[in-house]
């Protein structure tokens, strides 16, 4: 069966699809070129390169050219994902539990965006004479995959095979006090001693992602350059496009967005950078603000997996916060908090980056209209602490 295979070339890390004699599939290679040298998210390119692996797979075992498909295979690869991976002639003794329509609805775009590049871009034969035919050419001329094309129609996408979409929930949230306990068990600070006891790395970490509702890949991307101290104004941080191959981590859309911030929050990035004095680090504007201290190589960024590794530990400390929360959890949290605090949802969606004013609408649409989750914690008092408005 064809499979998805990480690839490495000098510092970029990247997926490739490989058939089953372990050959590069050199027309899905060409695709996810396409989607590199176009700066797709690689995200983006490994979801993709994954679905196509799946649908090689399949034309494999039906011994199918690529070029050579209906509608009705495109049927059955649905069929097969939402089956997953199983053949849906095969009839199991155990059933398992259905595919998550997200997940077959990526695999169907995958697939869908590779033969649109094949027709349009790559320009082949048999897919130019099928977009010539939808185009105004001839019934003659059409190919044989016509239908299975038939998504691509002035300059459209029109999906052929119908999808659905998982019961959207409204996203997760910790409340004030939850995230007390989590800032408490990374450092607090004594007043005996007049120092912070703990690490201070990690309380800076959840501190900055409480107040400004960064996503995980934006804080450990930013750079001490990035943060303007409030030195005799407010102080902000600015949120570069960038990406770092190594740690799997990218801005995204590559945007560039600016976040003013409280002055406690600065206060303790202050002390932060006093504390890395300390343990030797000299510090420029291009190393990372958040570096390893206490495992891995002494002052090299970190990676998302240790962010992880710490909330495992949690986890067992404190067994009766939300089980599965994450990072992106304080995303959530501070949008709900901004909004349910009154503040204009424009200015909810700078802060956040969303590019469309509708995606923070439809994401957070429940949160205004739920009286019960403004009486679960006191969301204003909160959302005061920060300089939401810009």
Known sequence: MAV??????????????????WRVVKPIEEYLEYLRQ?????????????????????????????????????????????????????????????????????????VLSFYRYQAIVADIPAARQFYMHINGGTAQARSQYAS?????????????????????????????????????????????????????????????LEETGLRLAEALLLQHGDWQPGTGATALIDIQPR??????????????RRIYVSDALDNLYGEYLFSLVDLGLDIADSDSVFVNLFRGEFGNPVWPETIYDWIKGFRRRHPLLPAKWTPHWFRHS???????????????????????????MTTYAHVTEDAAMRAAADWKTLADRWRAVE
Do not use: C
């Not at 989590?182 to 607090?188: E, G, L, P």
């Not at 990406?243 to 560039?256: A, M, S």
């Open 4 to 21: 998805r295979q990480r690839a490495i070339f000098g510092s970029e890390i990247t997926y490739v699809v490989l058939d089953r004699h």
């Open 38 to 110: 176009e700066k797709y998210s690689p995200n983006t390119v490994r979801a993709y390169a994954k679905g196509l692996a799946l649908w090689w797979s399949m034309l494999e075992d039906r011994s199918l050219d690529w070029k050579r498909v209906d509608v009705q295979e495109l049927a059955r690869f649905k069929q097969r994902m939402l089956n997953r991976g199983t053949d849906p002639t095969v009839v199991k003794m155990r059933p398992a539990k259905p595919a998550a329509y997200s997940t077959v609805d990526l695999a169907l775009t995958s």
């Open 243 to 256: 990406e770092d191959q190594r740690r799997r981590l990218r801005v995204k859309n590559q945007q560039y």
């Open 334 to 360: 501070h949008a709900t908090a901004l909004l349910l605090a009154g503040v204009p949802e424009h200015v909810v969606q700078r802060r956040l980056g969303h590019s469309d004013i509708q995606t923070l």
């Open 148 to 208: 299975f094309l038939g998504h691509i129609k002035g300059g459209q996408n029109r999906r052929v095979i119908g999808r659905r979409r998982d019961p959207k929930s409204p996203p997760p949230f910790l409340t004030p006090r939850q995230i007390s306990v989590i800032k408490d068990d990374a450092a607090q600070f004594d007043p005996v001693a007049v120092q912070w006891v703990g690490d201070l790395r990690l309380r800076l970490f959840w501190t900055l």
